[in-house]
């Protein structure tokens, strides 16, 4: 059991990098609780992965400044390792080891790993050790990483990706694994593009585009940004209702979107022409990240 | 055969730059030899005295073939030999790249999974290769003719230069549906061309028929302006297709992606011992260390023995071992086919050194090396690892080929106790020269990782420059570029520290900006 403090384990701000002519970071933010599931999310090519990368000490930052567990991911990198694990979001092993050498040779590398833990978790995700590295599937490959990383003993799990090629059985029993790491105490840095499992597992997410930070937060906060729907069937035909988007009249039946914040001034002002029938659909966890994923030029440029 | 042409396309495409490159360069060389020995030998009396001493020195035909007169179309054919195992090596990495590769990157899949037939893409690579080696022949014929020579044996020397790229390309072909991943497919193909050598040099050099064991001898067998036998220009054509059929058979019958040979299942537990990056490197290097050891004590069983044969042959002939004598500075004609042998040795050393230093690169790119460096194994200890065996493992190559040729040439000549030092020592000297090649390897993973294999454009450079420099008449300040230059000619010659100090030191430093650069730079994937 580790102890929580209310030290940040991993403590990102106004990070830059470029690749030639790609800048894949520019200028991102991400504060990481010690003991959270923190969820990692963005389109393709957002940065996610050379956000994890650079925290890896693989890739040299332009500039801005990471923390890492109290250290320099760069400069620390050998001694902030052996208190972390990486599972990369594609996995390739060696060829001619097989699965078990790859989990043992990994976890002593890390500092040593549990036996026990091991061995459940080989069982858990139902993975034969002894196949060699080039006949394993891609889940097969994805599930060694997770055992070899899950198997350590350490404060902090980076995934980039873990569950991409697993069917959907071994994703519950990975959901089950990274509860029970929950509990441990340990933090975890989850990038993923399956929402159910983020909306499960995480209790902060941080959606990044184009390299920067747009949204962070606990789930309930981004619900609370985004925009519930209404369809309303009302006695009297109206003219318009302020402060509502994408509103559509069609004789006395309406169809509108509108912030969270205002809901209450529109239904006030629908209750004014006497509401026959009522529809409202609180945002789907698709829907909020849809809204995030799509590219925007104006408003981010608008809000600079 | 559905979309064999497509594929085609797509090969020529992809190989858009390397393909041109190689067909007019190699295209190009026959053509330029025949012009400088003009040059060189404007008389029948310099010509008869070069077919009499160097042509028919045993060091010189095992090298580079038989001479069968004493007409400039003679010397250029022996001096042709090199070349075919030139174009067996481009032909074989070219149909491997174009088949397991691909298949080891998914990519395969991808054009399988369109409507092509099963045969395609082995009959597309196949069939840009057959074009290229003829492009190939009939350019390398047509320049030689252009010099002047009789055009029959210019075409012979053309047709056998294509058919030697023919065969070697089925070759390839084969040892891809034999092996589970391109990696192994090269190794199994390098040995096979690398046993051919051996086979035509111990042959040719000894003035065997065994070398017509080896494809790489066909084409001076065919014996080109002083007799063409035509039909050997058919045999090529036969092998190559009787190698094929197999391959063909293979690619139809097994899964894309897995090999003839299935893979064994291994420990579920690690032992022990594997918890370091050194014995992770020992996982992944050592099968390339037994192969390219093995491979160098039999090249030196091979050329120890050989080398009293051809002591024996020079001994008839008087006049030729003093004038050898005499050039030579007083060394005995076997020490020169010794420290000849030794020379060639460190030039394929240093392709083992090479390859085993590019390893880092395939680790990088292949993204394991990533997990690794994620653990708390620092960069400088995960590519030390790796280093051991790209420095020791050549150190490991010249002193089996050295013993090996030690122990055959002394029981040959009834003096092991003699022998046995001189020759291990003219094979253990090289060593500085070939890990300069090495650490510029490591110079070139360190500061440009993306150009890692230009590495082997450096060997090619060195290989040019000991074999053609001296023909050309290069200056000695372009010679000393290549460290092998300056390596002692042993055994026989005197030993001098400076050079081999100068070397080591080249090496070291080369090493050390390398990994220097690499600790500070990104960890690339593309
Ligand atoms: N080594 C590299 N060289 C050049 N460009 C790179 C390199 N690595 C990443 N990029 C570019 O940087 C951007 C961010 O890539 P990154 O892999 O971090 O995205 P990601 O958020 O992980 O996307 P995905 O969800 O697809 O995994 C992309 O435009 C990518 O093309
Ligand atoms: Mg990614």
């Known amino acids: ?304 | 055969m559905t979309g064999a042409w497509n594929l085609v396309r797509l090969i020529l495409r992809r190989d858009r730059i390397l393909l041109p490159i190689w067909v007019l360069l190699l295209g190009a060389l026959p053509g330029t030899y025949a012009t400088s020995f003009f040059e060189l030998l404007p008389d029948d009396a310099a010509r008869a005295t070069f077919a009499a001493t160097t042509a028919s020195n045993p060091s010189v035909e095992a090298m580079l073939g038989p001479i069968y007169g004493s007409s400039i179309g003679a010397f250029t054919a022996q001096r042709v030999g090199f070349l075919y195992a030139i174009v067996g090596l481009v032909n074989l990495l070219t149909v491997i790249r174009h088949t397991r590769t691909e298949e080891d990157a998914g990519r395969r899949e991808l054009v399988a999974a369109t409507a092509i037939s099963r045969h395609a893409p082995l009959t597309a690579v196949l069939a840009v290769t057959f074009a290229a080696n003829l492009l190939l022949g009939l350019i390398a014929a047509a320049g030689l003719s252009k010099t002047g020579l009789p055009s029959s044996g210019s075409l012979l020397i053309g047709l056998t230069l294509a058919g030697t790229g023919w065969v070697f390309a089925a070759i390839g072909a084969l040892v891809a549906q034999l092996t589970e991943g391109a990696g192994a497919a090269r190794g199994l193909g390098i040995a096979v061309l690398g046993a051919a050598f051996l086979v035509k040099a111990a042959g040719d050099g000894a003035a065997s028929s065994v070398s017509w064991a080896s494809p790489l001898a066909w084409g001076q067998h065919s014996r080109p302006y002083e007799g063409d036998q035509w039909w050997v220009a058919a045999l090529f054509v036969i092998v190559a297709a009787v190698i094929a059929v197999p391959a063909y058979r293979m690619a139809a019958s097994r899964d894309v992606g897995a090999g003839m040979v299935p893979a064994r299942l291994g420990p579920a537990e690690a032992a022990p011992r594997l918890s370091t990056p050194l014995a992770l490197a020992w996982r992944l290097h050592r099968g390339l260390l037994a192969g390219w050891t093995a491979g160098f004590a039999l090249a030196g069983l091979l050329f120890g023995g050989a080398a009293k044969a051809a002591s024996d042959v020079l001994s008839s002939n008087k006049e030729m071992a003093d004038l050898l004598a005499k050039l030579s500075g007083g060394s005995s004609v076997t020490d020169l086919y010794l420290a000849e042998i030794m020379g060639v040795s460190a030039i394929v050393a240093a392709a083992y050194g090479i390859q085993a230093a590019l390893r880092m690169r395939a680790e990088e790119t292949g993204l394991r090396m990533e997990p690794v460096l994620a653990t708390s194994v620092g960069r400088i200890k995960w590519a030390a690892a790796h280093l051991v065996f790209a420095v020791l493992g050549p150190a490991v190559a010249l002193a089996a080929t050295g013993l090996a040729s030690g122990l055959t040439y002394g029981l040959a000549v009834h003096d092991l106790s003699g022998q046995l030092p001189r020759v291990l020592g003219a094979a253990v000297v090289q060593l500085p020269a070939v890990l300069v090649l090495t650490g510029i390897t490591v110079a070139l993973f360190g500061l440009a990782p993306k150009l890692t294999s230009a590495a082997w454009g450096a060997l090619a450079v060195c290989l040019f420059l000991g074999q053609l420099g001296a023909l050309l008449q290069l200056s000695q300040g372009a010679l000393d570029i290549s460290p092998f230059t300056h390596v002692p000619k042993l055994p026989g010659g005197t030993v001098t520290a400076t050079p081999l100090i100068t070397l080591t030191a080249v090496a070291a430093a080369f090493l050390v900006v390398g990994l220097y650069a690499f600790r500070r730079r990104d960890v690339t994937t593309g």
């Open chain 1, 1 to 304: 059991m580790y102890v929580r403090n209310m030290e940040n384990a991993i403590t990102v701000s106004g990070l830059h990098k470029s690749f030639g002519r790609t800048h894949a970071l520019n200028g991102l933010d991400l504060q990481v609780a010690v003991g959270e599931v923190h969820g990692f999310l963005g389109p393709n090519g957002a940065g996610k992965s050379t956000t994890i990368r650079v925290l890896l000490g693989l890739l040299k930052a332009d500039s801005g400044t990471a923390t890492l567990l109290g250290g320099d991911p760069w400069k620390d990198a050998t001694t902030l390792h052996r208190r972390l694990a990486y599972v990369p979001g594609d996995v390739t092993l060696w060829p001619g080891l097989s699965g078990g050498e790859v989990i043992d040779l990994l976890g002593r590398l890390r500092g040593g790993l549990d036996p026990q833990r091991r061995k459940d978790l080989l069982e858990r995700f139902d993975l034969d050790p002894r196949k060699k590295g080039r006949t394993y599937s891609k889940g097969n490959r994805q599930k060694v990483a997770l055992v070899a990383a899950l198997a350590s003993d350490v404060e902090l799990l980076i995934l980039d990706e873990p569950t991409s090629g697993l069917d959907p059985l071994m994703e519950g029993v990975f959901r089950e694994c990274i509860e029970d790491e929950k509990r441990r105490g340990r933090t975890v840095l989850l990038s993923s593009h399956i929402l159910a499992e983020v909306e499960a597992l995480c209790d902060r997410v941080s959606i990044i585009r184009n390299g920067q930070t747009v949204e962070s937060g606990t789930l309930e906060q981004l619900r609370h940004l985004t925009r519930t729907s209404i369809v309303a069937e009302l006695a009297t035909p109206i003219g318009t209702i302020p402060g509502v988007h994408n509103l559509a009249i069609d004789g006395a039946k309406v169809r509108f979107e509108v912030d969270t914040e205002k809901i209450d001034d529109a239904l006030k002002h629908l209750s004014h022409a006497g509401v026959r029938s009522l529809v409202s659909h609180p945002p789907t966890i698709e829907e909020l990240f849809m809204r995030h994923y799509q590219a925007e030029p104006d408003q981010t440029g608008a809000e600079r």
